[in-house]
């Protein structure tokens, strides 16, 4: 079988996460690397032995042995990218989260639908080890019905990408961070229906996007749950995920520390590392990949990444307006 | 030096039987007499710590003149009665947490006091233990900068016993562990809550009359964010009775004050991993500055006002989730 061909379109920090992914599927390929600076195109396709790198994404859609787009560029620039790319037939998986606006997921959902393309969002969490872990233990009915659940992601602002600066191209650390435990939280336990978040740009200077959130849910099943996004942290502090979820019948607990299974300490840094058969995603290209070519629906539809940006959305109207938002939105917030 | 001698008024609380052990520890203290309305309970206290002056009625025990001071650990909705008819007797108290159910009754508790002159102290343990001491002196010296946020846990599991009755508890868990993370909130911050929301949720024990979910978000005067999860979502197999967990974000730094970690794990055959606390003894430190304070006539670490701001942010919680919007402080 001929190997699938794909586009990597932004050749910064997910965009090289997703192409030492993709070396390893062997259904797939990537045969192009894009980014608006070209010569970091160039490095990065030289680094994975691919020969064709562009500046323009356009290019590679005119390219019709081009099967897949990977989008790997700021938030901002999804929809246009992504619509596009289904117009020119190719099917697309897009890093979250999805868009920033209801209206702009939901031109990619139709975008997809109309041109009969897959359409997958990378909404890691699902794929992760230790949130499938506790995914399945939930489904298994162990801990009983979901009563109160915990999430908390920390992490110094990512220098590297500085648009998260701003609340129109990066929608700020809930947006872009907490998304993911509110991806997992509404896969795991269920539908979000109130929202209260509190938060601010607490410690950038000179941003409009908001650098530390909290945020309190009600689910429609009577959970409850508390998800808390910083961009806050000293340099020095490394990622922090943790989750915690109580049932009427028992309680899980994980984070990314205690279950690391090396620790690395020298002159120079400190960090520890999970390894794991496969990592979060290798699954997640891995499954998409195998999506398109058994023709089946992707494993994260469109359609569950905008439920998952309404709920982020709500908490920054919630911040807005300082009182509890009731899903679904009326409209768009930002 | 003269020794402060002690009564306790009820061993209805768990914490009388920590706070009866330290008065037994302590050089400069005497426990010698005790109340509880429960003869059943009175005379498991008597013979466990040998105290020979057992009272059915507290207004006995109150009447002696050699008592300095007592520990008030009856129900919450009882603390009024106790800690007024103590201060009447001139009598220097400690009463448990909640300081009362209800903001009338802590007022009065606290006028009370004024009148007769004597220390009221709300057993606010957390300010006494080392690890959170130790971040308030950081932040007293500067080392973290400006709080902008703290986040927080006092998880636990459900206690028992009269804690399920609303009449005696005043609540469930948001009554009982909102005000020991809350009231570290306002000795770290210097500053008084501005607005509280909170939510519950189905009861992870659907048995009980009382919740024992509750997640409450702050926002201080001075604009610091606050979040307490103050659920007793421990089931009753936890290695531990719960926690006190707070993370500070500052701008200058990050701290995390984690205080019951510091354990022994025990497995025994057929039984559930525990964890057996070998850390600092708070109950000991705090009576040990609450006789300091008697002994230099000064105010205690964690006073009676302390006491009513951090239940006013509790009942401020139940205000909330009555409403299901924010509410502003004071309350009316």
Excluded at chain 2, 187 to 207: C, F, K, P, S
């Amino acid at each position: 079988m001929e190997k699938l061909k794909v586009a990597l379109i932004g050749a910064g920090f997910m965009g090289g996460i997703h192409i030492a992914r993709w070396s390893m599927i062997g259904n797939a390929e990537v045969i192009a690397v894009v980014d608006i600076n070209k010569e970091r195109a160039k490095k990065l396709a030289r680094e994975y032995n691919v020969k064709n790198f562009y500046k323009n994404y356009k290019d590679v859609l005119k390219e019709d042995k081009i099967d897949v787009i990977d989008v790997c560029t700021p938030t901002y620039t999804h929809k246009e990218i992504a619509v596009e790319s289904m117009e020119h037939g190719k099917h697309v998986i897009v890093e979250k989260p999805i868009a920033l606006r209801l209206k702009d997921a939901d031109e990619m959902i139709k975008a997809s639908k109309r041109n009969h393309v897959k359409f997958m969002v990378a909404h890691c969490l699902r794929f992760w080890p230790e949130y499938v872990a506790a995914k399945k233990i939930i489904d298994s009915g162990e801990l009983g019905e979901p009563r109160i659940v915990r999430a908390y992601r920390q992490s110094p602002f990512p220098d590297w990408a500085p648009w998260h600066n701003e609340i129109k191209l990066g929608g700020g650390v809930f947006i872009d961070m907490s998304i993911h435990d509110i991806d997992f939280l509404r896969w795991a336990i269920g539908e979000v229906s109130e929202v209260y978040a509190r938060g601010g740009v607490l410690r950038r200077r000179n941003a409009t996007a908001c650098d530390y959130v909290h945020a309190v849910l009600k689910f429609s099943n009577g959970a409850v749950g508390y998800v808390e996004g910083s961009w806050i942290m000293p340099k020095t502090f490394p990622f922090t995920t943790y989750l915690e979820i109580v049932g009427n019948m028992g309680i899980l607990k994980v984070d990314n520390h205690t279950t690391s299974s090396v620790k690395v300490f020298t002159e120079e840094k400190a960090f520890d590392y999970t390894f794991v058969y496969k990592d979060a995603y290798y699954e997640e290209l891995n499954l998409f990949t195998r999506s398109i070519i058994e023709d089946a629906q992707p494993p994260i539809s469109g359609l569950e990444a905008r439920k998952t940006l309404e709920v982020v959305l709500a908490a920054v109207k919630s911040i807005m307006e300082n009182k509890p938002v009731k899903l679904p939105l009326k409209g768009d917030i930002l | 030096m003269r020794k402060i001698k002690f009564g306790i008024l009820s061993f209805a609380h768990i914490h009388a039987w920590n706070y009866a052990q330290v008065l037994k520890k302590l050089e400069s203290a005497e426990l010698v007499a005790i109340f509880d309305d429960d003869k059943e309970r009175l005379a498991r206290a008597s013979s466990a710590y040998n105290v020979k002056d057992t009272y059915l009625n507290y207004h006995d025990l109150l009447k002696r003149d050699d008592i300095d001071a007592v520990i008030v650990t009856s129900e919450n909705a009882r603390h009024k009665e106790h800690v007024i008819a103590a201060a009447e007797r001139n009598k220097h108290v400690i009463v448990e947490k909640p300081i009362a159910t209800n903001l009338r009754d802590a007022d009065e508790m606290i006028s009370a006091a004024k009148k007769y002159g004597i220390k009221l102290q709300v057993a606010f343990v957390m300010r006494y233990h080392d690890a959170s001491l130790h971040i308030k002196e950081l932040i007293d010296k500067g080392d973290l900068g400006k709080i902008l946020s703290i986040m927080s846990t006092n998880h636990g599991k459900y206690p028992g016993g009269w804690f399920g009755d609303p009449d005696l508890a005043g609540g469930g868990a948001i009554m009982d562990h909102t005000v020991h993370v809350a009231d570290l909130m306002r000795w770290y911050t210097g500053d008084e809550v501005e607005e509280v929301y909170a939510v519950t949720g189905l009861n992870i024990r659907n048995y009980l009359k009382v919740e024992d979910v509750g997640l409450i978000s702050l926002k201080f005067k001075r604009g610091i964010i606050g979040s307490i999860d103050c659920s007793w979502s421990r089931p009753d197999t936890w290695p531990i009775w719960g926690d006190v967990y707070m993370a500070v974000y500052g701008s200058e730094g990050y701290v995390i004050v984690d205080a019951f970690v510091s354990n022994v794990t025990l497995v025994k055959e057929g039984k559930p991993l525990e964890w057996r606390y070998f850390g600092p003894d708070a109950d000991l430190n705090m009576i040990e500055d609450f006789i300091k304070a008697i002994k230099e006539d000064r105010e205690p670490r964690a006073t009676g006002y302390d006491g009513r701001q951090a239940l006013e942010i509790a009942l401020a919680a139940y205000d909330s989730i009555r409403k299901g919007e924010i509410v502003k402080l004071p309350l009316s």
